[in-house]
């Protein structure tokens, strides 16, 4: 959506009249603060940028023993529905229902004793995305930057013409938008780029025509009426730099005002947004439901340019109905997981794409008798036992890291919280976890309190 706002005056999320907001998406691919993200982007002299990220996030909590970590000698009533098979690592057995992410965990990293031990979806979302306990139930607001929005934040754009940040169809999490995957007080500026909000949440099983981004529809024709709305929204990007200039908040725009309008307009981002372009052979490998397709954007996107993508499998929440619930999903990352980290090798860029597979937490390893009016097993909230999955980006693959007891219920072998995970990633990426960033109070706030990596995995 490419919107530009000129009714009423009432402050948009950035605090600016909406008289005077530019809006692409979730308050600003083309505002203000894009042209300050870039005017930071200019002046920074940051780490390296060849890595990107790909987070594909389970939102609900998908069981550790139906995926990662399953437990093929457990009682019936812990095992659950499936068997473990064997993979192309000796001694790395995953879901029988992962037979195709089986032949690649020789690039794969397994992390099977995350845990943060709370079971509230917000307070575990918040954690899992940003490092910290922050938000909860009772609280929702977040409290802290997500790690995308860090990554935007300190690195900036890594190709001219396309965002930093992407959510795919939108960035979401806990029915949030963009939730815990936003930018908190690093400001809006920072938040991801939805590129499909109007179609977005869609399901594992979801079998409407998939739309193409509005976005592109809207650049694409290039009609006289569209060349008029192209002239038009500069001389509006004009008035508004006037506008700004009145107020103080920036000394000049004139430079960024372009880089804003080449990223909405240009062939780099226009091209990496038509799926249309894949061949049906690459399209079919990773599905044609929205996880595939939007698993393949996501390689296309980073391919082109952006520097963290997320990926939006929902979903997961299955307190009745475990068989049924995790059995039309799991399939589906199956099937994404492999076709990206098949895609990523064959066109040589698996060192430099991160690959993160994750949810805010697991599922209670004693199946449950359902729900009221649903009594049918399932699993509970649980983020006693999280289980994760990283890949690409230099990681050493081919191994597990940490364990979790007979059952699946608590680590019994290297310990390890949300932060070190995500400590880890941002040391791939040459970001320091010690960076500080002023809060909503002004007070410097590090990106992480718990910065120790896992070494097993650099």
């Given at each position: 959506?490419?919107?530009?706002?000129?009714?009423?005056?009432?402050?948009?999320?950035?605090?600016?009249?909406?008289?005077?907001?530019?809006?692409?998406?979730?308050?600003?691919?083309?505002?203000?603060?894009?042209?300050?993200?870039?005017?930071?982007?200019?002046?920074?002299?940051?780490?390296?940028?060849?890595?990107?990220?790909?987070?594909?996030?389970?939102?609900?909590?998908?069981?550790?023993?139906?995926?990662?970590?399953?437990?093929?000698?457990?009682?019936?009533?812990?095992?659950?529905?499936?068997?473990?098979?064997?993979?192309?690592?000796?001694?790395?057995?995953?879901?029988?229902?992962?037979?195709?992410?089986?032949?690649?965990?020789?690039?794969?990293?397994?992390?099977?004793?995350?845990?943060?031990?709370?079971?509230?979806?917000?307070?575990?979302?918040?954690?899992?995305?940003?490092?910290?306990?922050?938000?909860?139930?009772?609280?929702?607001?977040?409290?802290?930057?997500?790690?995308?929005?860090?990554?935007?934040?300190?690195?900036?754009?890594?190709?001219?013409?396309?965002?930093?940040?992407?959510?795919?169809?939108?960035?979401?999490?806990?029915?949030?938008?963009?939730?815990?995957?936003?930018?908190?007080?690093?400001?809006?500026?920072?938040?991801?780029?939805?590129?499909?909000?109007?179609?977005?949440?869609?399901?594992?099983?979801?079998?409407?025509?998939?739309?193409?981004?509005?976005?592109?529809?809207?650049?694409?024709?290039?009609?006289?009426?569209?060349?008029?709305?192209?002239?038009?929204?500069?001389?509006?990007?004009?008035?508004?730099?006037?506008?700004?200039?009145?107020?103080?908040?920036?000394?000049?725009?004139?430079?960024?005002?372009?880089?804003?309008?080449?990223?909405?307009?240009?062939?780099?981002?226009?091209?990496?947004?038509?799926?249309?372009?894949?061949?049906?052979?690459?399209?079919?490998?990773?599905?044609?439901?929205?996880?595939?397709?939007?698993?393949?954007?996501?390689?296309?996107?980073?391919?082109?340019?952006?520097?963290?993508?997320?990926?939006?499998?929902?979903?997961?929440?299955?307190?009745?109905?475990?068989?049924?619930?995790?059995?039309?999903?799991?399939?589906?990352?199956?099937?994404?997981?492999?076709?990206?980290?098949?895609?990523?090798?064959?066109?040589?860029?698996?060192?430099?794409?991160?690959?993160?597979?994750?949810?805010?937490?697991?599922?209670?390893?004693?199946?449950?008798?359902?729900?009221?009016?649903?009594?049918?097993?399932?699993?509970?909230?649980?983020?006693n036992a999280i289980s994760a999955m990283i890949a690409g980006g230099g990681i050493r693959g081919g191994q597990v890291v940490g364990a979790t007891n007979?059952?699946?219920?608590?680590?019994?072998?290297?310990?390890?919280?949300?932060?070190?995970?995500?400590?880890?990633?941002?040391?791939?990426?040459?970001?320091?976890?010690?960076?500080?960033?002023?809060?909503?109070?002004?007070?410097?706030?590090?990106?992480?309190?718990?910065?120790?990596?896992?070494?097993?995995?650099?």
């Amino acid at each position: 959506m490419l919107r530009i706002s000129r009714g009423d005056a009432r402050s948009n999320c950035a605090g600016h009249s909406r008289r005077t907001a530019l809006k692409v998406g979730a308050c600003g691919l083309l505002n203000l603060s894009l042209a300050d993200l870039l005017r930071h982007r200019a002046q920074a002299q940051g780490p390296s940028r060849d890595k990107s990220v790909i987070l594909l996030w389970l939102d609900g909590g998908p069981s550790q023993l139906e995926s990662y970590d399953p437990k093929p000698e457990a009682p019936a009533e812990y095992r659950g529905p499936w068997t473990a098979i064997s993979s192309k690592v000796p001694g790395i057995h995953l879901t029988e229902k992962f037979p195709l992410q089986a032949a690649h965990t020789d690039k794969m990293a397994i992390v099977r004793s995350l845990h943060h031990n709370n079971g509230d979806h917000f307070a575990a979302a918040h954690w899992m995305l940003t490092g910290k306990y922050g938000s909860t139930a009772a609280s929702k607001d977040s409290k802290f930057p997500s790690i995308g929005s860090y990554v935007s934040r300190i690195r900036g754009p890594v190709t001219g013409g396309m965002p930093t940040y992407v959510g795919l169809p939108a960035a979401e999490s806990v029915y949030i938008y963009p939730g815990y995957q936003g930018a908190a007080y690093l400001g809006p500026a920072y938040n991801p780029f939805d590129v499909q909000p109007q179609q977005k949440y869609l399901s594992a099983t979801y079998s409407a025509p998939i739309k193409p981004p509005t976005l592109l529809s809207s650049i694409k024709d290039d009609s006289t009426d569209r060349t008029s709305d192209r002239v038009h929204l500069l001389s509006r990007l004009d008035t508004v730099r006037r506008e700004i200039d009145r107020t103080g908040m920036m000394e000049s725009m004139d430079e960024f005002q372009q880089q804003a309008v080449d990223m909405v307009l240009s062939g780099k981002a226009r091209d990496a947004l038509d799926i249309e372009q894949e061949d049906a052979t690459t399209r079919n490998r990773y599905g044609r439901g929205p996880w595939g397709h939007y698993t393949l954007m996501a390689r296309r996107l980073v391919e082109a340019g952006v520097g963290f993508v997320t990926v939006d499998m929902p979903h997961w929440d299955n307190h009745s109905r475990i068989e049924k619930g995790h059995g039309d999903k799991i399939p589906k990352v199956d099937q994404a997981v492999s076709a990206l980290l098949t895609d990523l090798t064959d066109r040589g860029l698996l060192d430099d794409v991160i690959v993160l597979v994750m949810g805010e937490f697991g599922r209670t390893p004693r199946l449950n008798n359902g729900q009221p009016g649903i009594p049918i097993p399932g699993r509970d909230h649980w983020g006693n036992a999280i289980s994760a999955m990283i890949a690409g980006g230099g990681i050493r693959g081919g191994q597990v890291v940490g364990a979790t007891n007979d059952k699946a219920e608590h680590p019994i072998e290297r310990p390890l919280e949300p932060a070190n995970l995500l400590a880890t990633v941002y040391h791939l990426l040459g970001i320091d976890p010690a960076m500080t960033f002023p809060n909503h109070a002004g007070r410097p706030i590090a990106i992480l309190d718990e910065r120790e990596i896992i070494r097993e995995l650099v």
